[in-house]
């Protein structure tokens, strides 16, 4: 599962978008999700060598703890359930 610039770019918006509505901060977030710091940095990023499992991993952290902030995340538009069952083919999940 490849991603363009495009779809990398809107989908580090959605992420730090739903930072914002998590009201936690990277250090919590990365804490959270285990990565070190060059891992987390290129998972917020969605950059070209970010490891598609991280950035899944951020997204459904994100999505979790914006539901605990009482908010409703903002929709993912590349990552979207659909695109969940493609992703899980190509590499492992967490």
């Given amino acids: 599962m490849w991603l ?3 779809q ?3 989908t580090a918006e959605e992420l730090h978008a ?9 250090s919590h977030l990365r804490a959270d999700t285990d990565l070190d710091e060059h891992e987390f940095r290129e ?5 070209p060598r970010s490891r598609p499992e991280d950035v899944w991993l951020l997204r ?3 999505v979790v703890l914006v539901h605990a902030a009482g908010k ?6 590349v990552l979207t359930e ?6 899980a083919v190509w590499f492992p999940l967490r």
């Fill in 4 to 6: 363009t610039a495009g």
């Fill in 8 to 10: 990398r770019r809107r």
């Fill in 18 to 26: 739903n930072l914002v509505l998590a009201a936690v901060t990277e």
């Fill in 43 to 47: 998972a917020m990023h969605v950059g």
């Fill in 60 to 62: 459904d952290r994100l």
């Fill in 72 to 77: 409703q995340p903002v929709p993912f538009t």
């Fill in 82 to 87: 659909d695109a969940r069952a493609a992703a």
